[in-house]
Antibody, heavy 123, light 109 residues
Framework: QVQLVQSGAEVREPGASVKVSCKAS????????MHWVRQAPGQGLEWMGIIHTNSGSTSYAQKFQGRVTMTRDTSTSTVYMELSSLRSEDTAVYYC????????????????WGQGTLLTVSS | EIMLTQSPGTLSLSPGERATLSCRAS???????LAWYQQKPGQAPRLLIYGASSRATGIPDRFSGSGSGTDFTLTISRLEPEDFAVYYC??????????FGQGTKLEIK
């Protein structure tokens, strides 16, 4: 069965960086796009960006351009999301979510989600 | 970027009643690019509907989606206790930024 398992909760000070991981299993990793979505406390869902798990190419929401970097390691079927210059407003649960098939060039909807990683940014 | 507006913000109903949730896009979108999710406290969202009207695997048939152009609807025909949650619509354009509506909270009356 498809599983996306994320790394554990993180606490960072303002100005620091964080790197969250998402390990995929139960399917061929490089066949599907992977997205990152975040949710601030009591708020809605916010799309951050996408990584093509085969080529490694990325596309980020304009809001996060320059602060976010998404990478992947095909040998371990893991994607990473690094967010830098953290501020208190970045406190949120961060989710990875599997998108569409890369062969169809469809970024797709999110049938499978990770369990979420809580990031707390506080001094 | 396409904006999605969901209404109402909160919907108070009783088990057994019919729920109708709305999602309006700022410009016309393809029906094949509209999804609905359910989220319960402390859980990741769950895909309910994709392509505006196709139920995801394992989703009960009391959930249905409809609509086209700028107006889309999620209908829950007879509410079960486990249906009370927050619902989000999503636009997932082809090779374009994804957007979510702000959510509708479905609460027990």
């Amino acid at each position: 069965q498809v599983q996306l398992v994320q790394s554990g909760a993180e606490v960072r000070e303002p100005g620091a960086s964080v790197k969250v991981s998402c390990k995929a299993s139960g399917y061929t990793f490089s066949y599907y796009y992977m997205h990152w979505v975040r949710q601030a406390p009591g708020q809605g869902l916010e799309w951050m960006g996408i990584i093509h798990t085969n080529s490694g190419s990325t596309s980020y929401a304009q809001k996060f351009q320059g602060r976010v970097t998404m990478t992947r390691d095909t040998s371990t079927s893991t994607v990473y999301m690094e967010l830098s210059s953290l501020r208190s407003e970045d406190t949120a649960v961060y989710y990875c979510a599997r998108g569409g098939a890369v062969s169809k060039r469809q970024w797709g909807y999110f049938e499978y989600w990770g369990q979420g990683t809580l990031l707390t940014v506080s001094s | 970027e396409i904006m999605l507006t969901q209404s109402p913000g909160t919907l108070s109903l009783s088990p057994g009643e019919r729920a109708t949730l709305s999602c309006r896009a700022s410009q016309s979108v393809s029906s094949s690019s509209l999804a609905w999710y359910q989220q319960k406290p402390g859980q990741a969202p769950r895909l309910l509907i994709y392509g505006a009207s196709s139920r995801a695997t394992g989703i009960p048939d009391r959930f249905s989606g409809s609509g086209s152009g700028t107006d889309f609807t999620l209908t829950i025909s007879r509410l079960e206790p486990e249906d009370f949650a927050v619902y989000y619509c999503q636009h997932y354009g082809t090779l374009a930024p994804h957007t979510f509506g702000q959510g509708t909270k479905l609460e027990i009356k």
